[in-house]
């Protein structure tokens, strides 16, 4: 059973940066943010907020193309965008198991994608689209 750790409601991208940016103070070098929900819902911007708390002063985007993009702030900060990938082997293959488990932060959009690369403790944050626009945010611990 997953264990519900928070829910939140943003109502503009500004918010949803906020957002990240809180859940930032929480992070240790080591943390893994797995992010899910469907396109346009607000995974980059919360993003941009938890780089932007982890002190990355470049812009954030997403790289859907690239994959991964590396970010120097108080700490490595890797973002990951699984989208393109066909599933765990193609992100065994790109190394990125090794980011996982460094000295950083890292966030992986699209996690669902790759869900047994995703370590056990990692933080489960589920952004859905609402009505008038607003997002929720649920962050969960991983499911035992």
């Not at 750790?5 to 940066?17: D, K, M, V, Y």
Request: hydrophobic fraction near 35%.
């Amino acid at each position: 059973m997953e264990n519900c750790l928070c829910n939140i409601t943003t109502a503009s991208p500004e918010e949803t940066i906020a957002a990240g940016e809180r859940l930032a103070l929480r992070l240790r070098p080591g943390s893994v943010v797995a992010l899910r929900g469907g396109l346009g819902v607000g995974k980059t911007y919360f993003t941009k907020g938890i780089a932007r708390g982890l002190g990355v002063r470049e812009e954030v985007t997403s790289p859907t193309y690239t994959i991964i993009a590396e970010y120097q702030g108080n700490l490595p900060f890797y973002h990951i965008d699984a989208y393109r990938l066909e599933g765990d082997e193609d992100f065994s293959s790109l190394g990125a198991e090794e980011l996982l488990y460094g000295s950083g932060v890292s966030v992986i959009e699209w996690s669902e994608r790759i869900p047994q690369s995703i370590p056990k403790d990692a933080l489960i944050v589920e952004i859905t689209l609402q009505e008038q626009n607003q997002r929720l945010i649920t962050l969960r611990n991983m499911p035992q």
